[in-house]
Nanobody, 124 residues
Framework: QVQLVESGGGLVQAGASLGLACAASIRTFSTYTMGWFRQAPGKEREFVAG????????GYADSVKGRFTISRDNAKNTVYLQMNSLKPEDTAVYYC?????????????????WGQGTQVTVSS
């Protein structure tokens, strides 16, 4: 049974930094592309960042490029999202997701496994 468990969310002020982690119970974790998505109240779930199975390729939404960094540690079956210079508009529930495909898909419909989400709230 595959499980993705996010951690690290919380309440911070604008301009602060926060790090998220997603621990995956996937036996073949190193073969999966991993993604971070977020969903704010009343809005659709949107792509934030993704990383290829090797970590050699990454992709970011324009809204977070230059502020967020995705990384992974295949030895620990964990993917991370470092968020700097946070803005109130970054407030959302953040989800990690996994898909066994080449490339970095940006559509949430493509991803096969999902975590339960962690709340990130940025106050102004």
């Amino acid at each position: 049974q595959v499980q993705l468990v996010e951690s690290g969310g919380g309440l911070v002020q604008a301009g602060a930094s926060l790090g998220l982690a997603c621990a995956a119970s996937i036996r073949t974790f190193s073969t999966y592309t991993m993604g971070w998505f977020r969903q704010a109240p009343g809005k659709e779930r949107e792509f934030v960042a993704g990383i290829s199975w090797s970590g050699g390729s990454t992709g970011y939404a324009d809204s977070v490029k230059g502020r967020f960094t995705i990384s992974r540690d295949n030895a620990k079956n964990t993917v991370y999202l470092q968020m700097n210079s946070l803005k109130p508009e970054d407030t959302a529930v953040y989800y990690c997701a996994a898909v066994g495909l080449v490339g970095i898909p940006r559509s949430p419909n493509v991803y096969k496994f999902w975590g339960q989400g962690t709340q990130v709230t940025v106050s102004s």
